[in-house]
């Protein structure tokens, strides 16, 4: 089971960091990764990192300016957001079992979905 928390609402150039809490499983088997779904658009992948941590990927509109990072300790994966635009604005989801497909994030069929935190972005 994975819980995701930290949304809310920001205004622009402003930060938020997300938080998801994983139990029930070997959380350190998995890779951790991130999603959002905007308004009228479809669900994208915009970060992810393996089961160490080290390698990290991030979708292009988010790098630079969003850090995944995990602890596999407290069973825990963040996202810290900096530099929040308007286009930012979604429904944020926690995943397992993602990967880089030739620069495109996508979650394994295998992977467990956490429930939404909502980041609204608006002055």
């Known amino acids: 089971q994975l819980q995701a928390s930290g949304g809310g609402l920001v205004r622009p150039g402003g930060s938020l960091r997300l938080s998801c809490a994983a139990s029930?499983?070997?959380?350190?088997?998995?890779?951790v990764g991130w999603f959002r779904q905007a308004p009228g658009k479809e669900r994208e992948g915009i970060s992810c990192?393996?089961?160490?941590?080290?390698?990290?990927y991030y979708e292009d509109s988010v790098k630079g300016r969003f850090t995944i990072s995990r602890d596999n300790d407290k069973n825990t994966a963040l996202l810290q957001m900096n530099s929040l635009k308007t286009d930012d604005t979604a429904v944020y989801y926690c995943?397992?079992?993602?990967?880089?497909?030739?620069?495109?994030?996508?979650?394994?069929?295998?992977?467990?979905w956490g429930q939404g935190t909502l980041v609204t972005v608006s002055s």
């Open positions: 995943a397992t079992n993602c990967y880089d497909n030739g620069g495109v994030i996508e979650k394994g069929s295998h992977g467990t």
């Open positions: 990192t393996y089961k160490n941590g080290i390698i990290k």
């Open positions: 029930g499983f070997q959380f350190d088997d998995y890779s």
